[in-house]
């Protein structure tokens, strides 16, 4: 089945109009929480322990096929790489937690890529997997894996509370303005069809440590870069994302690894008509086949472009500025979103470990009176925090994320609420 053709919208996340009918139970605070990133052939996973401070990571890929294996790394920090030929996502999740001798968690918080409207992290009910289910058609590679990831960890887990953070929760602060594409109003009151923005997790987090380390927790106006294979701009007023590049599914926006962002919607109707291509030929293309990957013809990778371009091939050079272009230029259309800006953070795997790629998105950004420094952004340490502008004009700096810290925290938050709302128990703080 193509992943289009079972579209259909349900009334019960138009508007926020949710009407949580299953029992919540009550839950203790969790000391440690499980992070679960399902795709539909691997699942990432990390355990977080909050008295600990530290973090256990996995990854089982090619689930479902005789290469299927584990890899990550014990608690007394020792190499794995288990194979599990043609495990499934709950026999592979069985045998990476076998593994966490006495550390089992008291959590688990699952990444979501699509929440529709929801705007915050849930507990997961049989309510809320409706929702994520109902998502499906804007998020087709991502939801049906979250939920054979949740289905998986609620055979292992039956009793312990589950979370579901979503990418999109954070920018239901948008203004219609902002989310609201210009096409006839019935797709958007029937049919759902607006802007969500995703990366929520990413952007919520660098704004806040960025703001923090700027002398401004939370406060002002600023821009957030999150460049990786997928990668995406915010802008954020007083701690609220105001617009973002994504729209109504991630494809929308910057160039990225293998998805084109933003084109000229009549390309579909071009490709259909001269081309012969149908609909979904059309979106593997821009979804798989293009980006950094179709400009160069290359690869997705911009560390492999980057050395290519070193070596002259001008595909390589030219998809490299492209992507800073592009990147520039949404950069300073968000800014429309801020009655001021106080600054600008780079993340993801570019934007912490490419002084080269800030270099050049910098020199595309003339206007706004950011004052780079080369000497900064040439020695700040590869994925470290640090600022790199000169002093004067809009700050400028580098923060790496923390998607796993913030899913953690949030699962946290979720549990305490739940905690918190209950007569019996007593709230704790809860950090992760
Ligand atoms: P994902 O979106 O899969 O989480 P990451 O945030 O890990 O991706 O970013 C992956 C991207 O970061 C790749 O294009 C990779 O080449 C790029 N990258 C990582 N390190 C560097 C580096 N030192 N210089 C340039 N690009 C880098």
Redo the contacts with the bound molecule.
């Keep these: 089945m193509q992943p289009d053709q079972e579209y259909s919208i349900y009334d019960h996340w138009y508007d926020n109009k949710l009407i949580l009918k299953s029992p919540v139970k009550e839950y203790a605070m969790p000391n440690s929480v499980l992070i679960i990133n399902c795709g539909s052939s691997s699942i990432k996973f990390a355990l977080l322990l909050k008295d600990q401070n530290f973090r256990i990571h996995g990854l089982a890929e090619n689930l479902g096929t005789p290469n299927a294996r584990i890899k990550g790394v014990t608690l007394g920090n020792e190499p794995v790489d288990i194979h599990i030929p043609n495990a499934d996502h709950k026999e592979a999740l069985e045998v990476g937690l076998s593994r966490l001798a006495n550390h089992k968690p008291d959590a688990i918080g699952h990444r979501i890529v699509h929440g529709g409207t929801l705007t915050q992290a849930e507990l997961i009910t049989e309510d809320i997997i409706d929702i994520i289910r109902d998502a499906t058609p804007l998020a087709p590679l991502h939801n049906p894996a979250h939920l054979v990831g949740i289905e998986a960890t609620r055979r292992l887990f039956p009793d312990l509370p589950q979370v579901a953070v979503f990418d999109t929760a954070f920018h239901q602060t948008m203004p219609a303005h902002a989310y609201r594409y210009a096409v006839p109003k019935f797709l958007y009151t029937e049919h759902n069809v607006r802007r969500y923005g995703f990366h929520g997790t990413s952007h919520a987090y660098v704004s806040e440590r960025g703001s923090e380390l700027a002398g401004s927790y939370k406060q002002g106006g600023w821009l957030t870069a999150h460049l990786?294979?997928?990668s995406s701009t915010c802008a954020i007023w007083n701690g609220q994302s105001v617009d973002t590049s994504m729209g109504l599914t991630p494809l929308e926006g910057l160039v990225m690894?293998t998805r084109s962002g933003d084109v000229d919607p009549r390309l579909h109707s071009f490709l259909a008509k001269n081309l012969g291509w149908d609909i979904y030929k059309i979106d593997k293309m821009l979804n798989s086949q293009s980006g950094l990957l179709g400009l160069s013809d290359l690869s997705?990778?911009?560390?492999?472009l980057?050395e290519a371009s070193e070596q002259g091939n001008e595909d390589a050079a030219l998809a490299i500025e492209v992507f800073c272009y592009r990147l520039a230029k949404s950069l300073s259309a968000l800014s429309c979103g801020l009655p001021r800006l106080d600054g600008l953070f780079f993340t993801?795997?570019?934007g912490e470990?490419?002084a080269f790629?800030r270099e050049k998105t910098m020199s595309y950004l003339p206007h706004f009176g950011f004052n780079f420094s080369k000497e900064k952004n040439d020695n700040l340490k590869?994925g470290t925090e640090g600022r790199i502008d000169a002093g004067t004009g809009p700050q400028i700096w580098v923060v790496p994320t923390d998607e796993e810290g913030r899913i953690a925290q949030e699962t946290s938050n979720v549990v305490a609420r739940g905690v918190e709302n209950s007569t019996t128990k007593k709230p704790e703080a809860a950090t992760v």
Excluded at 300 to 304: A, E, G, L, P, S
């Design positions: 990786g294979n997928g690894g997705n990778d911009m560390r492999t980057i993801g795997g570019i470990n490419s790629i590869r």
